[in-house]
């Protein structure tokens, strides 16, 4: 199978995978059971997210670098709200989280820190990373700060 091939079936799983988690959140504002509710919430965060980031990260690390247009300028503007996530993350006590978490921080510190790339080149070096850390984000119930710079990435390199 060629990466173009995954690509699109990984899209097709994600398209699927969005409706399964808008058909939930349908679910959680119309019930008024509680009960059902919590098991509704549980099935999001312990299924459908983590499947969702798993395949958000597949589908960058095959998503063809050259195929990614974004300005500097706008990568600078994500890059910088990246860089609040991290610091976000890092600011909570360290025994809160798992160790893969600190490598995944600390790979994204290092492709930050590299001065001979242009900002979009960091975006791009990045993409693969981020969804990871926003699964991490939802276990720990923290603010989500990586979570919604990753929405704004998607849908700009998606345009």
């Known amino acids: 199978m060629s990466n173009y091939d995954r690509i699109n079936d990984l899209k097709d799983i994600l398209d699927l995978l969005y409706e399964k988690l808008g058909e939930f959140e349908k679910e959680l504002i119309m019930s008024s059971n509680k009960s059902a509710n919590f098991e509704v919430k549980q099935r999001i965060k312990r299924e459908i997210i983590p499947a969702i980031r798993k395949y958000e990260t597949e589908y960058w690390e095959l998503y063809p670098q050259e195929a990614i247009i974004i300005s500097d300028e706008e990568a600078e503007t994500q890059l910088v709200k990246v860089e609040q996530a991290v610091v976000s993350i890092e600011q909570i006590p360290s025994n809160a989280y798992p160790s893969a978490l600190i490598d995944l921080l600390q790979e994204i510190r290092d492709k930050l820190d590299k001065q001979d790339k242009a900002a979009s080149a960091k975006l791009k070096v990045v993409l693969p990373l981020i969804p990871a850390i926003a ?19 998607k849908e700009i390199v998606r345009r």
């Not at 699964?135 to 990435?153: A, D, F, H, P, V």
């Open 135 to 153: 699964s991490y984000e939802l276990e720990m119930e923290t603010q989500g700060l990586m979570s919604k710079t990753w929405e704004n990435i």
